[in-house]
């Protein structure tokens, strides 16, 4: 593809030509050997002596057509075969010899030079005074003062490099050593050949026949593309070069023969010098060595290098489409292009080219979101089936006609952990994974709807794939993710797996889990990133509520316990319904005629009999609770009747009995596709299924540029099914099904209302009344705060300043004991049973439901009941979010009794104060934060809530829930009220028991509040050993690592400021006046307001990052 940066010639300044001497440089020859054009210096002794030459199994022969790179790898091959040690430093001794050996400042020809030093002084064929008195001069320039004896006894490994192809190649190479099979080793470098001709036309002045033609000749364009022995170019025609190069390649076979091309060695230089390093097989490539040969190697460093002038004699500018700057028309490369398919369009090692020769990449979809459920995509621009060779594009050779299947083996991409931390962050707060997912991949879908169903949607940043083009999956409007974030589209999914792997050899798929940290995939096989993200981390005992589905998610979507079971089924389907679109790839391509098309049609169409009938008795495929291998059969049916039955003429088949969801073949997968969709349906563009009707034209495309044929492409159009009616169908009602878990409540619909506050499923009255009656002491330490500011964290910095470091910063024999509470995560009174006889009673004798949801919490808050709670050591630490008086402990606030119309109980309309305080019992700790993060928080704790920002048929959304004070549904109500509530609480109690903590002053300076703290504590005198362990062990990533899934449930990216990231300005203006409105004048309050205004946010967040 050219470089739409490059600058067109017509905008450069006019300069006066320079023309190359006549019979050089850029002109074409006058000489030829056995018809093939040579140049002056052309040795036939020494070609015929090189034919017959007797190889060593460490030889190597490195062949590379004119321009294409020979003068580059060959100083490549010499420091990485001669000069340079592991350390990265020159080798004296084989440096000190640089002069007196051949090919170490610049190429020696085997055919450019004499056999003998006799025949080279005597000039025995005349070669040398080809140029009158130049000739010896120029020779030596070129060469250096050598014969082919000094290239045979050169130091081992032997280098030889030449522009000579496979009939002029030593015999030996092919049918020598000791088996007869050939020995030694080919290395063929080559170069796209459009910039080669255009580097040909500058080599040492321009032609003097320009590129069009004069009386001089016929110009550049026309002499390269001149075949059949026609071409008077130096060695002939540079297409039929390329082809019997192949025809070398193919001989010797990939264990001795390599091709690199110039164009990754550009794009790539570590990865293709590890490559030829692993070739050739010399052992481990240390990073030192590999340094050194790049920076000796780089085209300035070679020209300004002793023998430099050999260089600057054959190098140039090099580059990669430079051609897009000749001034050629679309014509002329079209008839180029015309000449490239038909000379090479079944030549292997010409297949990489094709991408580097493109002008624009062929087939480029239509942008997603331009495109609706009418667009039929089959009257785009065809695109080629391509993949990864090596790290090059290629066509997809799985479609050649012949049948031949060879693409060879295909790299396994997997991740070196079993498993991944999803809530981890880059510096600038972007989640470190990415997904690239393509609805015109079922799978890929798959893994889009999986990731939103498991709340990592905040977790995992994705981008979707606007559809494919002659470059693979392509981004129109580029990425989102380093390290290609901020760079304009498009953007193409090879580039993903180029950087993971430059000289991979894989199929270029969706989805692909990329780390942008190690800038690697984690997996480009969807159900493996499915497990990923349903066992995060290990959380082998998280359990959560889907609100949409109304089901219990245990472990996401892959309970351990169920593993055996979904893997079988997984493997079952696998086999059938998942294989339907290779199958129908086979049936399209007509690649499958050994019958197995037909036997694999007939094991899907049985199999989704099989489902219907299993799928009356039961609402998922494993029982009651979704699991992943549903999500994926969901797509696949999504797409039956819209795609794979007309695509792949499923109709005609003898086992076909109609369709699943416009017809009543199957009535009991289509009410299971029905209730999936319901759920699903906000993570699909349904509108991308329809992508799969190119497929007829991409394959006919192919197979014209991989055998170069010109036969017609499929006919667009047969009517394809109407995607209006399918969705129309999915939209109806699943009636029939059976039942399975019941439904959790909707956001607007609240459970509890307690002190004029929803509370979250887990509140128990019971409970609630022994915290609130309970017998406190002087050293407790009742922690409150709000929901998403930071509870969590304060309860394990409590923890570790109490219990967990001794003053040397040593962990005593009570750290991480889970046998106490608020140990490995929060433990909250207003959650747990009163006793373990309650437990017992309850869990015997109420509904399923409850049981489970027990459970849950268990894993949530710790396998406690309140009993365990009083039992703490001293200090006892009681954490909730509980807030105001009549939650709180009664003894808290010594002096007051139950019914005081005081102003704690919320309401301050009437102007009463607050009674006489008397001393009280207990500490108490707030922990506040500014509430624009805290809503960002809220709306993206554990997956992003039904009804989004804004709202719609779910719910009034998640910003007008915030602002709504008086009837606010979400766990605790109103924000604003929780704050004031706990302003005239800590005015309450007093400034010797209540401490107010800001969640910003806490992650901006650590030390400080941890100071404050603990002498609000009273407690010894905190060293420096003590508040850096303490300071360790309560960071987020070692909080995650080491208690696992209580604490990675709740923690997300914590960043003061993120919620400038979401929102517009006139919606965080109202939230302001609603914030003057409820707190202006509280006091704890006040301080929040420098985080909620945008002015010195920058300051905080690059603290943050350098943080």
């Known amino acids: 593809m050219s470089n739409s940066n490059s600058s067109n010639l017509a905008d450069e300044p006019k300069q006066q030509p320079q023309y190359a001497p006549p019979n050089r440089g850029s002109n074409p020859p006058k000489y030829k050997y056995n018809s093939l054009p040579v140049p002056w210096w052309f040795n036939p002794a020494s070609v015929s002596k090189f034919h017959s030459l007797p190889l060593h199994s460490t030889d190597i022969i490195l062949s590379s057509g004119v321009k294409m790179g020979t003068t580059w790898m060959n100083k490549i091959l010499i420091s990485l075969l001669h000069e340079f040690d592991n350390e990265g430093q020159l080798i004296p001794e084989v440096v000190d010899k640089r002069a007196e050996l051949p090919g170490r400042l610049g190429q020696t020809y085997p055919e450019g030079v004499y056999p003998t030093r006799r025949e080279h002084e005597e000039d025995s064929l005349g070669i040398l005074s080809r140029l009158e008195q130049q000739g010896r001069k120029a020779h030596l320039a070129l060469f250096g003062n050598f014969v082919l004896e000094d290239l045979v006894e050169q130091p081992e490994p032997r280098i030889f490099a030449t522009h000579l192809s496979r009939e002029y190649l030593p015999r030996e190479l092919f049918d020598g050593g000791e088996d007869g099979e050939g020995t030694g080793k080919l290395i063929v470098v080559i170069r796209n050949l459009k910039d080669a001709m255009c580097s040909l036309h500058n080599f040492r002045g321009l032609p003097q026949d320009g590129w069009f033609g004069n009386e001089h000749g016929p110009g550049t364009f026309a002499r390269y593309l001149m075949l059949n022995g026609e071409c008077p170019n130096a060695f002939g025609s540079a297409f039929e070069w390329l082809r019997d190069n192949n025809d070398a390649v193919m001989s010797i076979g990939n264990k001795r023969a390599l091709v690199v091309y110039y164009e990754s060695l550009i794009m790539d230089f570590n990865g293709q010098l590890q490559r030829i390093n692993d070739?050739?097989?010399?052992?481990?490539?240390?990073?030192?060595?590999?340094?050194?040969?790049?920076?000796?190697?780089?085209?300035?460093?070679?020209?300004?290098?002793?023998?430099?002038?050999?260089?600057?004699?054959?190098?140039?500018?090099?580059?990669?489409?430079?051609?897009?700057?000749?001034?050629?028309?679309?014509?002329?490369?079209?008839?180029?292009?015309?000449?490239?398919?038909?000379?090479?369009?079944?030549?292997?090692?010409?297949?990489?080219?094709?991408?580097?020769?493109?002008?624009?990449?062929?087939?480029?979809?239509?942008?997603?979101?331009?495109?609706?459920?009418?667009?039929?995509?089959?009257?785009?621009?065809?695109?080629?089936?391509?993949?990864?060779?090596?790290?090059?594009?290629?066509?997809?050779?799985?479609?050649?006609?012949?049948?031949?299947?060879?693409?060879?083996?295909?790299?396994?991409?997997?991740?070196?952990?079993?498993?991944?931390?999803?809530?981890e962050c880059n510096c600038d707060g972007s989640p470190r994974y990415h997904l690239f997912v393509s609805e015109s991949c079922p799978l890929a879908s798959a893994v889009s709807a999986a990731r939103t169903l498991l709340g990592l949607d905040s977790m995992i940043s994705m981008d979707v794939a606007d559809g494919k083009s002659g470059a693979g999956l392509v981004f129109l409007n580029g990425c989102s993710c380093a390290p290609w974030k901020g760079s304009e589209g498009p953007f193409w999914l090879y580039s993903v797996y180029q950087l993971s792997n430059s000289i991979a050899t894989t199929l270029i798929t969706a989805p692909v889990l990329w780390d942008t940290v190690e800038q690697k995939i984690v997996s480009n096989d969807a159900w493996e990133i499915l497990k990923l993200m349903s066992h995060e981390d290990d959380q082998s005992d998280l359990i959560s509520y889907n609100d949409a589905?109304?089901?219990?998610?245990?472990?996401?979507?892959?309970?351990?316990?169920?593993?055996?079971?979904?893997?079988?089924?997984?493997?079952?389907?696998?086999?059938?319904?998942?294989?339907?679109?290779?199958?129908?790839?086979?049936?399209?391509?007509?690649?499958?005629?050994?019958?197995?098309?037909?036997?694999?049609?007939?094991?899907?169409?049985?199999?989704?009999?099989?489902?219907?009938?299993?799928?009356?008795?039961?609402?998922?495929?494993?029982?009651?609770?979704?699991?992943?291998?549903?999500?994926?059969?969901?797509?696949?049916?999504?797409?039956?009747?819209?795609?794979?039955?007309?695509?792949?003429?499923?109709?005609?088949h003898g086992a076909f009995v109609g369709s699943i969801l416009m017809g009543d073949s199957y009535p009991n997968l289509k009410g299971y596709s029905r209730e999936l969709y319901q759920e699903l349906?906000?993570?699909?563009?349904?509108?991308?299924?329809?992508?799969?009707?190119?497929?007829?034209?991409?394959?006919?495309?192919?197979?014209?540029?991989?055998?170069?044929?010109?036969?017609?492409?499929?006919?667009?159009?047969?009517?394809?099914?109407?995607?209006?009616?399918?969705?129309?169908?999915?939209?109806?009602?699943?009636?029939?099904?059976?039942?399975?878990?019941?439904?959790?409540?909707?956001?607007?619909?609240?459970?509890?209302?307690?002190?004029?506050?929803?509370?979250?499923?887990?509140?128990?009255?019971?409970?609630?009344?022994?915290?609130?009656?309970?017998?406190?002491?002087?050293?407790?330490?009742?922690?409150?705060?709000?929901?998403?500011?930071?509870?969590?964290?304060?309860?394990?910095?409590?923890?570790?300043?109490?219990?967990?470091?001794?003053?040397?910063?040593?962990?005593?024999?009570?750290?991480?004991?889970?046998?106490?509470?608020?140990?490995?995560?929060?433990?909250?009174?207003?959650?747990?049973?009163?006793?373990?006889?309650?437990?017992?009673h309850e869990m015997a004798t109420k509904d399923e439901e409850f049981v489970k949801r027990m459970k849950m919490l268990k894993t949530n808050f710790g396998d406690f009941v309140f009993d365990d709670l009083l039992n703490q050591p001293s200090p006892r630490l009681f954490s909730s979010h509980l807030s105001g008086k009549n939650l709180l402990p009664k003894k808290l606030f010594d002096g007051w009794k139950d019914g005081d119309d005081c102003a704690i109980n919320g309401d301050v309309s009437n102007g009463d104060k607050a009674g006489p305080m008397n001393k009280g019992i207990g500490r108490l700790i707030v922990v506040v934060r500014n509430l624009k993060d805290t809503l960002v928080s809220l709306h993206h704790f554990r997956g992003v809530p039904k009804d989004g920002w804004l709202g719609n048929e779910h719910g009034p959304g998640s910003y007008a829930r915030a602002i709504d004070i008086e009837?606010?549904?979400?766990?605790?109500?109103?924000?604003?009220?929780?704050?004031?509530?706990?302003?005239?609480?800590?005015?309450?109690?007093?400034?010797?028991?209540?401490?107010?903590?800001?969640?910003?002053?806490?992650?901006?300076?650590?030390?400080?509040?941890?100071?404050?703290?603990?002498?609000?504590?009273?407690?010894?005198?905190?060293?420096?050993?003590?508040?850096?362990?303490?300071?360790?062990?309560?960071?987020?990533?070692?909080?995650?690592?080491?208690?696992?899934?209580r604490f990675k449930m709740i923690i997300r990216k914590g960043m003061v400021g993120d919620w400038q990231n979401y929102l517009d300005d006139e919606r965080w203006e109202e939230f302001d006046r609603v914030f003057d409105k409820v707190l202006g004048g509280v006091d704890i309050a006040e301080p929040l307001r420098q985080y909620q205004c945008k002015e010195g946010l920058d300051e905080i967040t690059a603290a943050q990052e350098k943080s």
């Open 279 to 423: 070739f050739l097989e010399l052992g481990t490539l240390t990073d030192a060595k590999a340094q050194a040969i790049e920076e000796a190697c780089a085209l300035k460093s070679m020209q300004n290098a002793e023998g430099g002038a050999r260089y600057k004699y054959t190098t140039r500018k090099g580059g990669i489409g430079k051609w897009s700057q000749a001034p050629l028309t679309k014509e002329h490369w079209k008839e180029f292009d015309s000449v490239f398919d038909k000379v090479l369009g079944d030549v292997e090692i010409a297949d990489p080219f094709r991408f580097f020769q493109y002008e624009s990449v062929p087939g480029m979809p239509e942008a997603l979101g331009e495109f609706d459920l009418d667009t039929d995509p089959r009257r785009w621009e065809p695109y080629l089936l391509v993949m990864l060779r090596d790290g090059m594009i290629v066509p997809d050779p799985y479609f050649r006609l012949d049948g031949k299947d060879d693409r060879g083996e295909l790299m396994d991409f997997k991740y070196n952990k079993p498993q991944l931390s999803f809530d």
């Open 549 to 652: 589905l109304g089901v219990i998610l245990k472990e996401g979507l892959c309970p351990r316990e169920q593993m055996e079971a979904i893997e079988n089924m997984y493997s079952d389907l696998s086999s059938s319904i998942f294989n339907v679109e290779d199958v129908g790839l086979e049936c399209i391509a007509q690649v499958g005629k050994d019958g197995r098309v037909d036997d694999n049609f007939e094991r899907i169409l049985t199999k989704l009999q099989e489902l219907n009938d299993l799928l009356g008795k039961r609402r998922f495929l494993l029982g009651n609770n979704l699991t992943g291998v549903d999500i994926f059969l969901a797509m696949f049916l999504f797409r039956f009747d819209a795609c794979y039955t007309p695509l792949f003429g499923l109709s005609n």
């Open 681 to 840: 349906k906000s993570t699909l563009k349904i509108q991308g299924f329809r992508q799969i009707f190119r497929l007829p034209c991409a394959i006919s495309f192919t197979r014209q540029a991989i055998h170069s044929t010109n036969a017609s492409l499929p006919s667009a159009n047969e009517p394809i099914p109407d995607l209006n009616q399918i969705v129309g169908s999915l939209e109806e009602p699943a009636t029939g099904r059976p039942e399975g878990a019941a439904a959790r409540p909707s956001n607007s619909a609240p459970r509890i209302i307690r002190d004029g506050m929803t509370m979250p499923m887990w509140f128990r009255d019971d409970t609630v009344q022994l915290y609130r009656d309970l017998d406190l002491r002087d050293d407790d330490i009742i922690l409150s705060s709000g929901v998403k500011m930071g509870t969590t964290w304060v309860t394990k910095i409590l923890n570790s300043l109490l219990y967990d470091f001794d003053d040397d910063g040593k962990t005593t024999s009570a750290y991480m004991d889970d046998s106490f509470p608020n140990r490995l995560g929060q433990t909250y009174p207003d959650a747990l049973f009163p006793s373990r006889e309650v437990e017992k």
């Open 967 to 1045: 009837n606010c549904p979400n766990a605790f109500g109103s924000s604003f009220l929780w704050v004031k509530r706990s302003g005239e609480v800590v005015d309450a109690v007093g400034p010797e028991r209540a401490l107010v903590l800001q969640y910003e002053d806490l992650k901006l300076d650590f030390d400080t509040q941890l100071q404050r703290i603990n002498d609000f504590l009273g407690l010894s005198k905190l060293t420096d050993a003590k508040a850096k362990a303490v300071a360790a062990e309560c960071a987020a990533k070692s909080m995650k690592e080491k208690t696992g899934g």
